[in-house]
């Protein structure tokens, strides 16, 4: 019973470099999300997507860049990473309007 | 921008205690919802709330969504060690595609 899994959980990265983040869930959700939680702040939306190739923008989406090209995963990017995005990520998913989402359990993103 | 606020912002209580947290906002939702979130885990949904005036208990825990829509409530009964978390109120926005999470409640449950 996977849910939604996020990979990988862990990472270190110097400034300047890219990376990717995948997302990816089993339950055949249209909505995805990704999301930045810092301390204080709580969770903020980078970007989201309400359908396999649609993205669009969230509340903080400089930086960063996604793609849905198959409806269970969704990829968030960063092509050079800033010490700015150390945080925890978090991706979710929900099937459709007025549903809840369910969370993976986070991926912590350290910038150098 | 829509906006939400979570107060109070820590609350460290004794065992058997009551409390209550808030979650305000100066917009509209269409539905609210609570989380916990524990070290370490994402978010955990504990309730869904849509109609304006609607109560919705779970146990111990009771919630409440303002009239108007814009604001809810969190009440926990006798407190026990294994509520404590981290309490997240999140707005879902009139499309039923974004959501707002609000800052969060630190709350530690002491024995």
């Known amino acids: 019973n996977a849910g939604v899994t996020q990979t990988p959980k862990f990472r270190v990265l110097k400034t300047g470099q890219s990376m990717t983040l995948l997302c990816a869930q089993d339950?055949?959700?249209?909505?995805m999300y990704w999301y930045r939680q810092d301390p204080g702040m709580g969770l903020r939306l980078i970007h989201y997507?309400?359908?396999?190739?649609?993205?669009a923008k969230g509340e903080v989406p400089d930086g960063y860049n996604v793609s849905r090209l198959k409806k269970q995963n969704f990829l968030l990017g960063l092509e050079s990473a800033a010490p700015s995005q150390t945080s925890v990520y978090f991706c979710?998913?929900?099937?459709?309007?007025?549903?809840?989402?369910?969370f993976g359990d986070g991926t912590r993103l350290s910038i150098l | 921008t829509q906006l939400l606020e979570q107060s109070p912002q820590f609350l460290s209580i004794q065992e058997g205690e009551n409390l209550t947290v808030y979650c305000n906002s100066s917009?509209?939702?269409?539905?609210l919802q609570w989380y916990r979130q524990e070290p370490g885990e994402g978010p955990v949904l504990l309730v869904t709330?849509?109609?304006?005036?609607e109560v919705k208990k779970l146990k111990r825990l009771t919630f409440q969504f303002g009239d108007a829509r814009k604001d809810s409530s969190l009440h926990i009964t006798a407190a026990q060690t294994g509520d404590t978390g981290l309490y997240l109120c999140?707005?879902?926005?009139?499309?039923?595609?974004?959501?707002?999470f609000g800052p969060g409640t630190r709350l530690s449950v002491l024995p």
């Open positions: 339950m055949n959700h249209e909505y």
């Open positions: 917009s509209v939702f269409s539905s």
């Open positions: 979710a998913s929900k099937p459709s309007s007025n549903q809840p989402q369910h």
């Open positions: 709330v849509v109609t304006g005036g």
């Open positions: 997507s309400v359908g396999e190739g649609t993205t």
């Open positions: 999140a707005g879902e926005d009139n499309y039923g595609q974004n959501f707002v």
